[in-house]
């Protein structure tokens, strides 16, 4: 529970006068996302604790380590949530961890993602200078949004060191309906609730079954159950968890895990391999050994693009690789924040 | 370089009507929405496509001259001021919309489209843009972008950054960049992010990927009337705390209510001190049940008055006197100045308090409206140009409306942008090494820094100058800055 800033700042510092690369570490249950990084370890734990937090100002700024399950726990308190619905790799999970790696779970089309709810920040980039961008309010466009660009920037850009975000009520009563079809059939129907007004969380298919979760007050929940059909999943809660958390038996494999970012009603890519569609079609995991090279470059031909989730092999590059120009931005701006490349380096892609 | 030797380059590739270099058609393009700072552009360019846009960029680029993008000229803050020895880039003739993909819920437009008239061309499909800022009739996707436009539906449906997917954009050196992606994220950084909002200083925009949404079933809305301002602020907290989300949640305090009300008879309370307008929206079930709680919190916060519209051209009623506010005013004063702090809701009674003194002090009355979801304030300043001197009392007026902001945890600007209007408080707002790496992020895109230079930032050397004016209990702002 407390601020670790300035010793942060102050290792950063010896780091940038050496020269020598530092590997961010909070809660260190996503080691297995990203490349390699090589460097000392920069131990971010124990900056942790809730800063702030306000039930009827819909805002809360906790510290980069602070534990998601502390912050949710804080929140069900006052009937509230972190509307993305953060995955768990642990318990150690952090809010900071999982704004690095930008990762929302099963709510993200309904509610928004991570980057959606991120208010403000406080960062502290490569130079040592602790800065703050954003705020705890609503609407807020004075300068770069800076704040943003940190989430699924992996640590390459600043060590976040406190973290504001909106956060949403619960709601109330949620129920979770399941529906028999094949891929394409699949992707019709989840297209179909999208385009129409209704109380939808969260939309996933896992092969052989659509399972469509619905929240609202009771009245709500019951007249779309009435309308929308299917059959009623009980501990419904947990099963949405298993997708979060990857625990779903889905996900047990030892194969390359994929995930590819696409437009929802995309069809079925022609590659080898088990899919898992979330996110009403838009986020959808593979399991397969097709060569990376061709997942990217059908990634690239949909429009969207390709990360390689997990892999037993630690040596292979994990993102779409991006077009020259493009990358260039990503150096100058991986320049702008850490001009000496010790944060994270490589753990993105090699020249960041 | 030499005006003609720079439209001979131009003529290679730009029709003759699209060049204006002559004073009488350059005088429309003098400002943009924030009338009261004018400049008269160089020269003005209105190409038609993309390769006119590069093409252009990178004749600015290679002989060092700056470029201003403008869309409709409806930004409040001088995004689009041009500069006398710059080009301004004009992308009105942008204005296709180049496919609606019902299916996967998106638009694919350029820049130049009208706001609303993406809404208008999916309707058909039940669909629509959500973000909708007063100004939605003309101003266009492309300065939405530059901006991160809000509206009044910002606290449920979100502002511009979170209702676009991806982004088609050219960089200071004539190269094209697509940023995002067909899903809904893009691979590498979240440039969409840092794009939206960053007001034509880090790239030219020439395509937008909007989200659309469903038409929502059925939308209810109550307004109520209440003696004093803090229990309207108590009232939005109540509904909140109770786990609403209002589709739309505003106040509007008394001048602001018979400003309105005198101009459109749409039945407000004008004897009020405040009133609240709270829309609910979803389906009807949701809906009916949600309103009853709310009007429950309303009453029991301090509302002496609470009616719901009874049909839906009552309900378009009761926001046409909202969103007419400004135009009211507009009609009690010859001019109004409109700022755009944002603050924590909480602290609400004690800003307009606030800004009543500086009223008082200034001598210039201000009416209040309020996006009191989001906290977003704009009060309106009135005052007469006409006037020696009213025009700069409005100015430090508004200035240190800003400032209270930012001392209450909020900030110099919700949804409008810094452009040329705020440049000196964000000094107040930011430290020098925030300011630095801000700049640092500009060179990154414009290592040349001839996109829209002079806006959105402020150099330090202009933040040292002006904390030299503004020193707040003794401290010196920026004080490890040499004072020129």
């Known amino acids: 529970m407390s601020d670790i800033s300035l010793e942060l700042q102050e290792i950063v510092q010896k780091a940038l006068e ?10 260190n249950t996503k080691a297995f996302y990203g490349r390699k990084s090589e460097g000392d370890i920069l131990e971010v734990s124990g900056h942790r604790g809730i800063v702030n937090y306000e039930p009827t100002e819909l805002v809360i700024t906790v510290r980069g380590a602070t534990p998601l399950a502390e912050i949710e726990a804080a929140l069900a308190e006052n009937n509230q949530m972190l509307g993305f619905e953060p995955p768990y790799f642990g318990s150690q999970s952090t809010l900071g961890g999982t704004m690095a790696c930008g990762f929302s779970g099963p709510r993200r089309p309904f509610a928004g993602a991570i980057r959606d709810f991120v208010l403000g920040c406080k960062l502290l980039n490569g130079k040592a200078e602790i800065l703050k961008f954003g705020g705890e309010v609503m609407k807020n466009v004075a300068g770069y949004d800076i704040s943003r660009l940190m989430a699924g920037a992996l640590g390459t850009l600043g060590v976040l060191l406190e973290i504001s975000m909106k956060i949403l009520p619960k709601p109330p009563t949620e129920l979770t309906l399941a529906y028999e079809m094949d891929f394409e059939r699949a992707v019709e129907a989840m297209t179909t609730w999208c385009r129409q007004p209704s109380p939808l969380s969260a939309l996933c298919f896992d092969g052989h079954r659509v399972f469509a979760r619905i929240s609202g007050n009771e009245k709500t929940v019951t007249s779309a159950h009435a309308r929308m059909g299917g059959e009623t999943i009980s501990a419904n809660s947990d099963f949405w968890k298993s997708i979060r958390d990857q625990r779903h038996s889905f996900f047990e494999c030892t194969a390359n895990l994929w995930r590819l970012s696409m437009a929802p009603a995309s069809p079925e890519p022609s590659l080898p391999g088990k899919w898992f569609l979330d996110w009403g079609g838009a986020q959808r995991w593979l399991i397969t050994d097709a060569e990376p090279e061709r997942i990217f470059r059908i990634a690239e031909e949909t429009g969207g693009h390709g990360i390689l989730y997990r ?14 120009k493009l990358m260039q931005l990503h150096k100058n701006l991986k320049q702008a924040f850490d001009p000496a490349g010790i944060l994270n380096p490589g753990r993105m892609h090699a020249d960041l | 370089m030499d005006k003609g030797e720079l439209i001979l380059l131009f003529q290679k590739f730009l029709s003759t009507e699209a060049i204006l270099s002559e004073e009488e058609d350059l005088r429309p393009y003098e400002c943009d929405g924030l009338s009261a700072y004018r400049t008269l552009p160089w020269i003005v360019v209105l190409p038609d496509n993309v390769y006119q846009v590069r093409s252009i960029l990178r004749i600015c680029y290679e002989h060092d001259i700056p470029v201003v993008a403008r869309g409709a000229g409806t930004g409040l803050s001088g995004g689009a001021l041009p500069l006398e020895n710059g080009v301004l880039l004009g992308l009105a003739k942008f204005n296709r919309i180049l496919e609606i993909d019902p299916s996967n819920r998106i638009a694919r437009v350029q820049p130049g489209v009208r706001n609303l008239a993406i809404s208008q061309a999916v309707a058909d499909y039940g669909l629509y843009y959500a973000p909708d800022p007063s100004s939605q009739i003309a101003c266009t996707i492309g300065g939405n972008v530059a901006e991160n436009s809000g509206g009044v539906h910002c606290l449920k449906y979100g502002l511009t950054v979170h209702n676009i997917l991806r ?7 004539g190269e094209l960049v697509t940023i995002g992606g067909s899903g809904l994220d893009g691979p590498g950084y979240d440039l969409l992010a840092l794009m939206t909002g960053s007001e034509g200083m880090l790239g030219v925009i020439i395509e937008v990927t909007v989200k659309l949404i469903p038409v929502p079933d059925y939308a ?14 108590k009232a939005v907290a109540a509904i909140i705390a109770e786990g609403h989300i209002p589709g739309g949640l505003e106040m509007m305090d008394n001048l602001a209510i018979r400003a309105a009300e005198d101009f459109i008879h749409v039945g407000y309370p004008i ?18 049940d949600d309103i009853d709680q709310v009007r429950s919190l309303l009453l029991a916060n301090g509302a002496y008055d609470v009616r719901a519209a009874r049909n839906d051209r009552e309900r378009q009623q009761m926001w046409a006197g909202r969103k007419a506010a400004f135009p009211a005013v507009g009609r009690i004063a010859p001019d109004y100045y409109c700022m755009d702090g944002t603050i924590p809701r909480k602290r609400l009674a004690e800003v307009l308090r606030g800004i009543l003194t500086l009223s008082e ?3 210039l009355p201000v009416a209040n409206v309020f996006h009191a979801g989001d906290g977003n304030l704009h009060p309106l300043i009135l005052y007469d140009a006409n006037k020696p001197d009213d025009l700069e009392r409005a100015e430090k007026f508004g200035g240190e409306i800003l400032e209270l902001c930012v001392r209450v945890g909020g900030t110099i600007t919700g949804e409008h942008g810094v452009g040329v209007e705020k440049i000196n408080q964000m000094c107040v ?7 630095e790496q801000f700049h640092a992020v500009k060179t990154a895109f414009d290592e040349k820094r001839l996109l829209n230079p002079g806006k959105a930032v402020p150099t330090l050397r202009r933040c040292a100058e002006f904390g030299a004016m503004h020193v707040h209990r003794g401290e010196l702002s920026h004080p490890e800055l040499e004072r020129f």
């Open chain 2, 361 to 363: 002090r200034y001598g």
């Open chain 2, 429 to 435: 707002q930011f430290k020098s090494a925030e300011l």
């Open chain 2, 271 to 288: 004897e009020a001190a405040a009133i609240l307008l709270c829309e609910m929206d979803g389906t009807q079930i949701q809906v009916s």
């Open chain 1, 18 to 27: 050496l020269e020598s690369p530092l590997r961010i570490v909070g809660g």
């Open chain 2, 220 to 233: 209810q809305v109550l307004l109520a009337a209440f003696n004093c301002v803090e229990d309207a602020g």
């Open chain 1, 311 to 324: 892999s037993p092999d630690p040596a292979t590059d994990r993102f779409q690789p991006l077009p020259d």
């Open chain 2, 167 to 173: 982004l088609k954009l050219i960089t200071m050196d």
